[in-house]
């Protein structure tokens, strides 16, 4: 993949359409209405879901799901991100951070969390691409 995909904030629709692309428990978010992050913890603080993808080809490659918190005093998080096989290994992901990191900063945040679990298939490349964002 040769080409820079193009970094898009996704509709409702859209988000849904992608619900493969996230964790099952984060499926639910891709309504993107402001909501608890686990379905089963309703009483937690309320957080507004934003979806970025990256779109090559006409084609989804890459999403991210990020949680705007409605507390002025949290962090926002980054809860999920993808990237399709046949565009993995070509910068997408280092790409979609640096779109992410633009669109927070262009609403005032200076941080994103992300919480992660190590030893999973592909971390490595996760990894690498958090190191190059810093």
Known sequence: MNVRPEIIVLDPAQASALSAMTFPAYR????????????????????QPVVLAAIA??????????????????????LSLFV??????????TYLLAAVEQYLFLR?????????????PG???????MVKRN
């Open 123 to 129: 971390i490595d490349y996760f990894e690498k691409a």
């Open 57 to 78: 080809f006409g084609q989804p490659v890459a999403m991210a799901l990020l949680e705007l918190p409605t507390d002025a005093h949290a962090r926002p998080e980054l």
């Open 84 to 93: 399709a096989k046949l565009a993995r290994r070509h910068g997408v992901a």
């Open 28 to 47: 639910h978010l891709l309504n993107l209405q402001p909501q608890c992050r686990h379905l089963i913890e309703p009483d937690l603080r309320v957080n």
């Open 108 to 120: 005032g945040h200076r941080e994103l969390l992300t919480v992660y679990m190590t030893g999973k």
